[in-house]
T-cell receptor, first 113, second 115 residues
Framework: ETGVTQTPRHLVMGMTNKKSLKCEQHLGHNAMYWYKQSAKKPLELMFVYSLEERVENNSVPSRFSPECPNSSHLFLHLHTLQPEDSALYLC????????????FGPGTRLTVL | QKEVEQDPGPLSVPEGAIVSLNCTYSNSAFQYFMWYRQYSRKGPELLMYTYSSGNKEDGRFTAQVDKSSKYISLFIRDSQPSDSATYLCAIAPNAGGTSYGKLTFGQGTILTVHP
């Protein structure tokens, strides 16, 4: 595997379910990010991790819970989501925290019923 | 007022056409300007990165920045069907290395180049 990978690519869940999104970067980068991409809206930064430490939580509801066990892996734990949370969730990484060149994974298309 | 405004299109052009994609921004503190390209079912990838006002060319692509007007453009010459994608402008206040990657993205313009 190369670059940034994300699993699953598609996820359908009910509002009472608990699920997790996984991201892995194979680039040796030190920073990882979660973004939300909704139709007709700009990319929204959700969380930033630098060397496994969360450095930014962009006013994201607590039903989204990130976890970064090491510098290569990033998870987004989901519980009691709402239909408006349906979106494409993108993971990205960069060499240093705050770098403008970020490398994105293909995303997880999430549908909340 | 949104920090970055980008016409979402969609934009449809014939192969070989010159394409112009544009964004405006409101805060003069933004100093770094990027264009990301996103193919269907893929994540965005960095296409062009510029700092100063003026033009930066890379093959068929030219990024143009006018800081006085707070206006950035991406031109694609001799457009190809393989250029069909969503183009996202992104702006940042600094070069990076701060505590977080605070890129501000435009909405994205959907471009289709038909043969």
């Amino acid at each position: 595997e190369t670059g940034v990978t994300q699993t699953p690519r598609h996820l359908v869940m009910g509002m009472t379910n608990k699920k997790s999104l996984k991201c892995e970067q194979h680039l040796g980068h030190n920073a990882m990010y979660w973004y939300k991409q909704s139709a007709k809206k700009p990319l929204e930064l959700m969380f930033v991790y630098s060397l496994e430490e969360r450095v930014e939580n962009n006013s994201v509801p607590s039903r989204f819970s990130p976890e970064c066990p090491n510098s290569s892996h990033l998870f987004l734990h989901l519980h009691t989501l709402q239909p408006e949370d349906s979106a494409l969730y993108l993971c990205a990484s960069s060499q240093r925290t705050g770098d403008n060149e970020q490398f994105f994974g293909p995303g997880t298309r999430l549908t909340v019923l | 007022q949104k920090e970055v405004e980008q016409d979402p299109g969609p934009l449809s052009v014939p192969e070989g056409a010159i394409v112009s994609l544009n964004c405006t921004y409101s805060n003069s503190a933004f100093q770094y300007f990027m264009w990301y390209r996103q193919y269907s079912r893929k994540g965005p990838e960095l296409l062009m990165y510029t700092y100063s006002s003026g033009n930066k060319e890379d093959g068929r692509f030219t990024a143009q920045v006018d800081k006085s007007s707070k206006y950035i453009s991406l031109f694609i010459r001799d457009s190809q069907p393989s250029d069909s994608a969503t183009y996202l402008c992104a702006i940042a206040p600094n070069a990076g290395g701060t505590s977080y990657g605070k890129l501000t993205f435009g909405q994205g313009t959907i471009l289709t180049v038909h043969p």
